[in-house]
């Protein structure tokens, strides 16, 4: 009982400790702090890859694609009924984007889609800016411009269709998840506050031949300001040009560039920037054909297998694609034997070097580039663990010379030196606990403002702003407190401060009663 009574005496009495308190505060909301916006960097980057790719990757990693593509969708699902749920092609390919009217010009990485498979396996349906505030009305098929107009008393309004998706939008709409970024003041353009369009100030109308869709990396033909505001520069329906080179399987270019007349339908936003700044999005079935990777009559008057870049496969709910990898990378061995001898040199090229990756495997390199940031964070902030060790033993040191007679004192009485070891031993215990709870309310107070403390820090001096949507991958300082990290800062906080007053502690039990007294 007098140990406890002596420890809570020492620390309500001692005002030196509150430089040990004030350590393990700052270390431990230091602690919190950085781990949760690694974290919660991490945890972006995962969620956009797995988002943008799916559960499970298949191509060859060329321009030219692989053949049998749709041949071995069927055949994986009829192999794998339960675990299969949606598996869609893709083609990559590269090209130039031109908007005629302005000139804008700028290269860009084609990614062939169909449209409603692609949005089933992915998240790229929640990335589209249109289509959220006016709901099926994106598509890639031929496609008129909308033009807004202005009714009896001069309110700008758009078509029809239009006006009833913006309609079902906000009757549907969570605020929780409206981005305030995307909405400014409603003018004849933007009736709604959300888009830009064309306006004649006459009667809204759908206007122009109709043209394939295109939606457009948002980085690829706008720039946003401080605010993470975008400048949207093109009208929604805008005409642009598409230049394409097609390939044949050998990866020779086929023919001269094509032009490809488009209109501008959508802009999406991954909020991966390196996707966002090159991609443009197109129909696959349309853009096979330009590519050259349709089936084709060949001179012997045959026809060539239609080719894809990729598959995407995502499986049905609750099956771990770590470990149905193995098995699809079997079933496409079992579908490869199935067409024994009946394939061409060609296309045997092309088909022998497909390969079945997750989405992490192929993320993995920048995921683990991450991961050992985090270890060299782990080892730094334990190296300042040992100066708060350090600096805990001094302060504790100083109160035991301090106390040099009472410890005589209370081992006269009776208190053994293992008690009197014990009492610094729990005063360090609850300078760690103390501080420890101190730390996590500022670091998890400082997590959740960490973006408004920023922009609070940024309106006093702009050169401290950390964090600009100008230049990082995600608009807002990414953070996410885990409770195992809470309990383990905790824990550390705790341990590192009863490590500290050990060596104290061992002093204050060796101390001689007898020559303590006769000394003071």
């Known amino acids: 009982m007098y140990k406890l009574f002596l420890t809570f005496r020492y620390l309500i009495s001692k005002w030196v400790a509150v430089f040990s308190v004030l ?28 988002g943008l790719l799916g559960d499970i990757i298949i191509d ?29 092609p893709v083609i990559y390919s590269y090209g130039i984007m031109r908007e005629p009217r302005t000139k804008f010009t700028q290269p860009v990485r084609i990614v062939a889609i169909d449209f409603d498979a692609y949005c089933e396996v992915n998240d790229f349906y929640d990335s589209l800016y249109y289509e959220r505030y006016y709901p099926n009305t994106t598509s890639l098929g031929p496609v008129q411009i ?32 409206v981005d305030k970024t995307d909405f400014d003041e409603t003018n004849y353009n933007s009736p709604h506050g959300v888009g830009y369009f064309f306006n004649e100030y006459g009667t809204p109308a759908m206007e122009g031949d109709p043209l394939p869709g295109i939606v457009i990396g948002t980085d690829v033909a706008y720039s946003r300001n ?8 093109l009208q929604r329906g805008t005409k642009i040009i598409l230049t394409i080179l097609p390939l044949t399987s050998g ?63 995502s499986l049905t ?30 296309d045997a090229r092309l088909l022998e070097t497909v390969g079945v990756d997750t989405w992490e495997t192929r993320q993995q390199a920048f995921i683990q580039a ?78 959740a403002n960490i973006n408004e403390l ?8 702009p050169k401290m702003q950390v964090w600009s949507p100008e230049v990082y991958t995600f608009d807002r300082i990414p953070s996410v407190v885990k409770p195992m990290v809470i309990f383990a800062v905790f824990c550390m906080a705790v341990l590192t401060s009863t490590l500290g007053a050990l060596v104290p502690a061992l002093k204050a039990a060796w101390v001689w009663p007898v020559k303590t007294l006769r000394y003071e």
């Not at 505060?25 to 919190?32: E, F, I, R, T, Y």
């Not at 909308?146 to 239009?162: I, N, W």
């Not at 991961?371 to 060299?376: A, R």
């Not at 920023?454 to 001096?461: D, F, H, I, T, V």
Request: charged share 20%; net charge negative.
């Open 23 to 50: 350590s393990v505060w700052l270390c431990v909301a230091m602690v919190l702090i950085v781990f949760s916006v690694m974290d919660g960097f991490l945890d972006n980057i995962k969620q956009h890859s797995r």
């Open 454 to 461: 920023q922009s609070w820090l940024a309106s006093l001096n």
């Open 146 to 177: 909308p033009v807004a107009g202005v009714d009896s008393k001069g309110k700008p309004f758009l078509p029809q269709e239009l006006e009833e998706a913006h309609q079902k939008y906000l009757k549907n709409r969570d605020e929780s998840k």
């Open 251 to 313: 990866g020779n270019i086929a023919e001269n560039p094509i032009p490809v007349a488009m209109r501008n339908v959508d802009d999406s936003r991954t909020k991966v920037y390196e996707i966002d700044k090159v991609c443009v999005y197109v129909d696959f079935k349309l853009f096979q054909e330009y590519l050259s990777m349709g089936s084709l009559e060949l001179v012997d008057g045959t026809y060539s297998k239609p080719r894809a870049s990729q598959l995407l496969v």
């Open 60 to 88: 060859n990693k060329t321009l030219q694609g692989f053949p049998y593509y749709d041949e071995f969708s069927v055949y994986l699902k009829e192999q794998m009924p339960g675990e299969i749920d949606v598996v869609t």
């Open 370 to 447: 991450v991961e050992k940031e985090k270890v060299l964070v782990t080892i730094l902030f334990a190296i300042i663990s040992i100066v708060a060790i350090v600096l805990i033993g001094v302060v504790f040191y100083m109160i035991v010379l301090q106390k040099t007679r009472d410890i005589g004192i209370i081992k006269s009485l009776g208190a053994t030196s293992a008690g009197v070891a014990m009492i610094f031993i729990m005063y360090g215990a609850i300078i760690g606990v103390i501080g420890g709870i101190l730390g996590i309310l500022t670091g998890t107070t400082v997590v």
């Open 226 to 233: 401080k605010e993470g505001q975008y400048d949207r520069g």
């Open 317 to 346: 709910k609750g099956q771990d694609y770590n470990a149905l990898q193995p098995k699809i990378e079997e079933v496409w061995a079992e579908f490869l034997g199935t067409l024994a001898g009946n394939v061409t040199p060609i």
